[in-house]
């Protein structure tokens, strides 16, 4: 009764590499905005194609400067008052950035904002097809006792 059944190699959790998770969330999203636009360019409007691809790129670009911004912050510890608020800038810098990208390709009419904020949640897809998949190992490489 003392005995542990035996583990599907105990590497089916294992992280083979530091960022690989941050590594599939980004293909993750990047699989699901090029996705949507394939599946909603011969169906939607002109406008609602270009608003899920505005807001897939800067759903990916926000991972990116989010990922690296978050690491910057983290790793200043011992660097002096000034940069730290240059760096805790950086991280505020990039919401004026999308916001206004955003206010000028609705200004000039060229997507439709429902569609853009959509395109926005391609995070939200990668993070629940990277659920499912870490479900399916669970299942798959479960113990049994």
């Known amino acids: 009764m003392n005995e542990i059944a035996h583990n599907a190699g105990g590497h089916a959790f294992?992280?083979?590499e530091e960022g690989a998770l941050e590594r599939r969330l980004f293909?993750?999203?990047v699989v699901a905005?090029?996705?949507a636009v394939a599946v909603c360019?011969?169906?939607a409007h002109w406008r609602v194609t270009t608003g899920l691809l505005l807001g897939g790129v800067l759903s990916l670009v926000n991972f990116h400067w989010m990922r690296s911004s978050l690491a910057a912050a983290l790793g200043a510890g011992n660097l002096k008052k000034l940069s730290r608020a240059r760096i805790?800038?950086?991280y505020v810098l990039r919401y004026f950035v999308i916001s206004l990208t955003?206010?000028?390709a609705y200004k000039l009419n060229l997507i439709s904002v429902a569609a853009t904020l959509v395109g926005m949640c391609s995070f939200v897809a990668a993070v629940f097809f990277e659920a499912f998949v870490q479900l399916y190992f669970a299942i798959i490489y479960r113990e049994e006792s």
Do not use: L, T
């Open 33 to 35: 905005v090029a996705v």
């Open 27 to 29: 293909r993750c999203m």
């Open 88 to 90: 805790a800038s950086r």
């Open 14 to 16: 294992a992280m083979d």
């Open 41 to 43: 360019a011969p169906f």
């Open 102 to 104: 955003v206010f000028f």
